[in-house]
């Protein structure tokens, strides 16, 4: 499976969900990377954690799946 992460926040510091659920996914063999526009994955790993940060454009990924989470996802 082709795995996108997406932390939506953006700032520069490591995100502790996403880097966890990385490992996890690369440990059953799956393909994990950071999402990029128009590219094709199977499930998408979103991570939002303030609520003031506008939400990712998911329209800009061929996803079949997109899973958002975090304490920013209203």
């Not at 996914?25 to 506008?54: C, I, N």
Request: proline letters at 4%.
């Amino acid at each position: 499976m082709n795995i996108g992460l997406v932390d939506v926040d953006g700032h520069n510091f490591p995100n502790f969900a996403l880097m966890r659920l990385s490992a996890c996914y690369k440990a059953k063999g799956h393909r994990v990377e950071w999402a990029a526009p128009r590219q094709r994955y199977d499930k998408v790993l979103a991570s939002k954690v303030f609520t003031f940060t506008p939400d990712y454009d998911y329209d800009l990924l061929d996803v079949g799946e997109v899973v958002r989470g975090g304490t920013g996802m209203t």
